[in-house]
């Protein structure tokens, strides 16, 4: 479904030489600029040799007149119009291929992108040895990157990368004890179905599973269930391959301390090698979709975090909508519910594909519609669909408003049952290329839960709403118990502390430069009122894997205390200069994350 990491050889990769653009003319075969100078001239030619008497004047301007026609004849034949120009806006002209060795890496959304003629792909754990070895002899950076699936491109940087994907060995798999051993560089998927015939599974999941098992650790990230932790308490012991001392396996047994602040180390404490996880009896689930509003999810709220193993809300802004997802395990008496959806797939998506037609007539009214078009829209998903009507007019509220309310009919034409493996049911289709940050803040506990969490979303929605914000849908909610990892964002000595996950997105459903600019310019306006108006006062705090740098040294300094009263940064600053004294592991972003301490 989706691809992951961006690797491109350079050389077939082409870079704009110059910063503006030439306005072409859809009515002419030459670009505007040069039909002027030729109409220019040409005028110029014709006086000259009417009130002149000096034939070298008239072949002087004759000359120039040559000259432009030349020009605009090669610039035609050079860059050619397709029949359907007219309705194109013009492109960057783009030259000369960058050099053979240097490669292009980018994260899966496009939003953050590297160029590096370093970039290591190790097939062993004796090789993995040898490039640390060699890098940090040399105090050359390779950063750890895994799939490249962090919207903030974490793990990228230019001054070199190593990425372990060919490392995707399961090791060892202990059914009596429930764990497999495995390489780092294993993907979610592979490594479910790689134990499947074991009968065991991984006991939660992240919305996709293209993730490589060091990665998806390392940053903390996390599924669903208030009673399921995030998925760095899934590791029993790691093997680190570290600049300063070599090879070392840390667990609970052996060194502790560092294994907990390993476990979630954001790779600057050593390139995962190998990672043992806890895992537990594959099993069916249910999953339950019903659509609700706050009010309704204000009453059952306690009930609802505590009887489901899993759940999640999706909230549609500018509606009153709730979508309510719940998981449980099959029952061993009763089975599978016996369910039949009162609506087709075709029914729930027919307004959606209706408003399409109608929203394409009054953006597209040049594009005339036809039985083939028809077809290919009927064969598109609901998050396709979606993302072609933004992209029509994706910073338009009203427009917004109206597919996030075809959002909320396909929602409630969708209610159900569906029924499978827990890899199949928790997962959940994102949509295409966005702009995303998480946060996660405290809910109290299980057995208490503050409300917090719901008071969050209530006042954010009145920011959209009051800020004329064109927001999307969905904001996604979801809930883990808490993490023994200082550095996870659900980090908390208390066992029945729950935190609440809150998602904010922005689609870029265009390859349009202009209009991804100004797409992501609106996101940061929105990530930045949300900031500025409910972090503080919920005690939230920003994925790792979203986590953006601001640009103002002011804006960062305020980022770098906050950071301070909620992470033992000094301990985690102390370990990286153990581990890894020469900062190969680093890259710009951890750097100003947590500059060094004042006092080593």
Not at 59 to 75: Q, S
Not at 166 to 172: C, F, G, I, S
Not at 327 to 334: F, R
């Amino acid at each position: 479904m989706l691809v992951s990491l961006s690797l491109r050889r350079s050389l077939h990769s082409l870079r704009p030489r110059h910063r503006h653009l030439i306005v072409l003319s859809p009515s002419s075969a030459v670009p505007r600029a040069f039909c002027s100078d030729a109409a220019a001239a040409a005028a110029a030619a014709a006086g000259t040799a009417t009130t002149s008497s000096s034939s070298s004047e008239v072949r002087k301007y004759l000359g120039y007149t040559a000259l432009v026609l030349f020009c605009g004849a090669a610039t035609y034949y050079s860059f050619p119009f397709s029949d359907n120009a007219k309705h194109k806006k013009a492109q960057l002209f783009r030259y000369a291929p960058l050099p053979e060795d240097l490669h292009t890496v980018s994260n899966w959304s496009g939003t953050h992108e590297v160029q590096t003629r370093v970039f290591h792909q190790p097939e062993s754990l004796a090789q993995l040895e040898e490039v640390v070895r060699e890098a940090d002899a040399k105090r050359g950076r390779i950063r750890p990157v895994g799939s490249g699936l962090s919207p903030n491109g974490i793990g990228l940087s230019r001054a070199g990368m190593v990425n372990v994907a060919l490392m995707d060995r399961v090791l060892e798999v202990d059914k009596e004890r429930k764990t497999v051993r495995v390489e780092a560089g294993i993907r979610v998927q592979q490594l479910v179905d790689g134990i499947k015939e074991h009968g065991l599974t991984l006991q939660n999941f992240a919305s996709i599973r293209e993730q490589q098992i060091g990665g998806i650790v390392q940053v903390g990230a996390h599924g669903t269930g208030a009673r399921l932790p995030p998925i760095d308490e899934q590791v029993t012991s790691m093997k680190l391959v570290t600049p300063a001392k070599g090879t070392i396996e840390v667990s609970k047994e052996k060194d502790p301390e560092l294994f907990y602040l390993a476990r979630c180390g954001l790779g600057a404490l050593g390139v995962v090698a190998e990672v043992t996880l806890q895992c537990v009896d594959r099993q069916e689930l249910v999953e339950h979709t019903t659509v609700s509003t706050m009010q309704e999810i204000k009453k059952n709220h306690k009930k609802l975090l505590s009887e489901n193993k899993h759940v999640k809300y999706l909230y549609i802004p500018y509606t009153d909508t709730v979508v309510v997802v719940t998981c449980n395990p099959v029952s061993k008496w009763k089975g599978p519910p016996k369910f039949k959806p009162k609506y087709t797939v075709d029914e729930a998506l027919q307004h959606v594909r209706q408003l399409y037609q109608e929203s394409l007539q009054k953006y597209r009214p040049e594009v005339k519609s036809s039985n083939d078009d028809e077809s290919d829209i009927n064969e598109l998903s609901f998050t396709e669909l979606r993302d072609k009507l933004l992209a029509l007019d994706p910073l338009n509220k009203d427009h917004v408003i109206k597919v996030n309310q075809a959002e909320a009919d396909f929602w409630k034409k969708s209610e159900g049952y569906r029924v499978g493996w827990s890899d199949e049911i928790l997962g959940f289709d994102c949509g295409g290329q966005q702009w995303v940050s998480e946060t996660c803040l405290p809910a109290g506990t299980l057995s208490k839960p503050s409300m917090k969490d719901l008071e969050y979303i209530e006042e954010l929605k009145r920011l959209i709403e009051k800020e004329d914000i064109p927001a999307p849908a969905p904001i996604e909610q979801r809930w883990t118990a808490r993490s023994k990892s200082p550095m996870s964002l659900a980090s908390s000595p208390a066992e029945d502390d729950i935190f609440s996950w809150v998602g904010i997105i922005m689609y870029l459903p265009t390859s349009d430069a202009r209009q991804r600019k100004e797409i992501t310019e609106e996101f940061f306006h929105y990530r930045r009122l949300t900031q500025e108006r409910l972090w503080d006062r919920y005690s939230a705090y920003e994925h790792w894997a979203k986590i953006e740098v601001p640009k103002d040294n002011e804006e960062l300094a305020a980022l770098q205390a906050r950071l301070r009263k909620r992470f033992p940064v000094d301990a985690y600053n102390k370990a990286r200069r153990e581990l890894d004294p020469n900062k190969i592991l680093c890259n710009n972003k951890l750097e100003k994350l947590f500059p060094p301490s004042e006092s080593p």
